[in-house]
């Protein structure tokens, strides 16, 4: 009878299956950028922690949809390693049911806050809490988001009025019932004060906002919608265009939500935030080094 082995994980390695487990799936870029501020690595330790906990059995990589690229997802085994560290579940599981989908979605999430401590008092909730934890356990202020569950959930405490923003990201488009349902949703739960869209084309910006329009006497103005290929490009320096915020960056919109109060940031460098660079899908030793010039005009006014 063959002796059982037993798993032995450091608490940087549960960190990070914990971390998986909330976004589903991630590049090496993400979680080089999540952890490196607390674990100090070096330019390829991400890559190499990574593969120690592929060998180990806890993840593995995960080809998207069209075959173009590859990313890191939990396996059974590291789910049941880290299962008694969550919180009660309402649902089991862990997979992501698109990883293109999703994989944009932790970017654009997590942005320029992605480093752990850049956005303390900031709250990041997931699609996988959201769908997973039991009600019991998710705080009072996530209650309305159990009849529908954004991709992703900024969650400001610490605003006079407990200010919560939606992330929508829409790579097809729903169902005309659906759009129906989801306008009333957005309309009468008061406590959404925005919602960020990230779209393909511009003409969608308009087609869901009649959807809604149509489907509720009560309308709430609060649709902002960002082009894909410009946040692709541009990351939080891309430009709402359209919504009551329109003209607006994506950083700019967020920080306002997050002090109340308009304000104008820097904004990060086309190419070179954070949001662009993890979108960067390569699985193999990714550098996150700049040239010099880079790292001077990281930010600009």
Same mark, same amino acid.
């Given at each position: ?27 090496? !870029?993400?979680? &080089? ?5 607390? &674990? +100090?690595?070096?330019? &390829? ?6 593969? +120690? ?6 993840? @593995? ?42 994989? #944009? *979605? ?7 806050? =992605? ?5 303390? @008092? ?5 699609? /996988?809490?959201?769908?997973? $934890? ?13 009849? #529908? ?15 919560? *923003? ?5 790579? !097809? ?24 869209? =990230? ?13 809604? /329009?149509?489907?509720? =006497?009560?309308?709430?103005? =609060? #649709? ?25 960056? $994506? #950083? ?28 960067? &899908? /390569? ?19």
């Amino acid at each position: 009878m063959s002796k059982k082995k037993y798993l032995s994980l450091s608490d940087d390695e549960r960190s990070i299956l914990q971390f998986l487990w909330r976004v589903k799936v991630a590049s090496t !870029s993400v979680i &080089f950028f999540r952890f490196e501020p607390d &674990f +100090k690595w070096k330019t &390829f330790t991400a890559y190499a922690r990574l593969s +120690k906990l592929k060998k180990k059995g806890c993840v @593995d990589t995960r080809s998207d949809e069209s075959g173009n690229f590859r990313a890191w997802v939990l396996t059974a085994k590291g789910f049941k390693a880290i299962r008694q560290n969550l919180l009660a579940l309402k649902e089991e599981g862990f997979a992501s049911e698109s990883i293109t989908h999703d994989l #944009h *979605v932790t970017a654009i999430h997590y942005g320029e806050w =992605i480093q752990k401590g850049s956005a303390p @008092d900031v709250r990041f909730v997931t699609e /996988q809490e959201l769908r997973r $934890i039991d009600s019991d356990d998710l705080p009072k202020w996530a209650t309305p988001l159990q009849s #529908h569950k954004p991709d992703g959930v900024w969650y400001f405490p610490e605003t006079k009025a407990k200010t919560l *923003v939606a992330l929508e990201l829409e790579l !097809s488009r729903k169902r005309s019932d659906d759009y129906k349902s989801l306008g009333a949703f957005y309309s009468e739960q008061e406590s959404i004060c925005s919602v960020l869209w =990230i779209v393909q084309k511009r003409s969608q910006a308009s087609s869901i906002v009649n959807a809604f /329009q149509a489907a509720t =006497i009560t309308y709430r103005d =609060i #649709h902002n919608f960002v082009l894909l290929d410009d946040l692709k490009k541009s990351g939080w320096a891309s430009v709402i265009f359209f919504g009551p915020n329109v003209g607006m960056s $994506i #950083h700019n919109f967020l920080e306002n939500a997050r002090r109340c109060q308009p304000i104008a940031m820097p904004l990060p460098s086309p190419g070179y935030g954070y949001v662009e660079r993890m979108l960067n &899908f /390569q699985i193999k030793r990714f550098n996150s080094e700049t040239s010099a010039s880079v790292k001077n005009s990281r930010f600009r006014a």
